[in-house]
């Protein structure tokens, strides 16, 4: 890749994951090396499983059930932080190698705001980017200020959810939502 530049995709609109997965197939199409980490999320939904079988593409699962992290006591909270710390770490690691021409980090933003993880980690990852790598973060926004991700990046695309069937009950549909 030439240069490398930061996506952000964010808001409370559907659309933030297929839209970094669409990405993964596009630089995969070129040829291009990708990595893969879906913050807050089991590794069950219906891109994974695609995206697993790209050539050049590296995916970093969490492993077991992942629940909604403010429906937890304080005490699993720290569990599962742990958890996604260490994959976390992992995923830093492999990014500042250079070797990845794109690396998705899926949900970053929840785990941003949620205190999964320092914040100043995820700014390093930003300010320090390897040159040729592109970065893709995408997450909700609730109602927290992600002026300093915002200002990071070089794209900035919000998802505006005006209707959506959740908001009537509807839960997530197997191939469409996961």
């Known amino acids: 890749m030439e ?15 297929t839209a970094a997965m669409g990405q993964i197939v596009r630089c995969v199409g070129h040829g291009f090396k990708v990595l893969v980490y879906q913050f807050l999320k089991e590794p069950t939904s219906g891109e994974v499983s695609v995206i697993k079988a790209l050539p050049g593409v590296e995916y970093i699962a969490n492993e077991g059930q992942i629940p909604f992290l403010f429906n937890l006591t304080p005490e699993q909270q720290e569990y599962y932080r742990e958890i996604f710390l260490k994959k976390f770490y992992e995923v830093k690691e492999k990014y500042f190698t250079g070797e990845y021409d794109l690396v998705v980090l899926d949900e970053v933003i929840d785990a941003y705001q949620l205190g999964t993880l320092p914040k100043e980690e995820l700014h390093e990852m930003m300010d320090k980017k390897p040159e040729h790598t592109e970065l893709v973060i ?7 200020s ?23 009950g509807m839960p997530c549909r197997t191939g469409i939502e996961e």
């Open 138 to 144: 995408t997450g909700h926004q609730y109602g927290m």
């Open 146 to 168: 992600i002026d300093d991700l915002i200002e990071r990046a070089d794209y900035v695309t919000k998802f505006v959810k005006e209707k959506h069937p959740f908001d009537l």
């Open 3 to 17: 240069k490398g530049c930061i996506q952000l995709y964010y808001g409370d609109g559907k659309g933030k994951t």
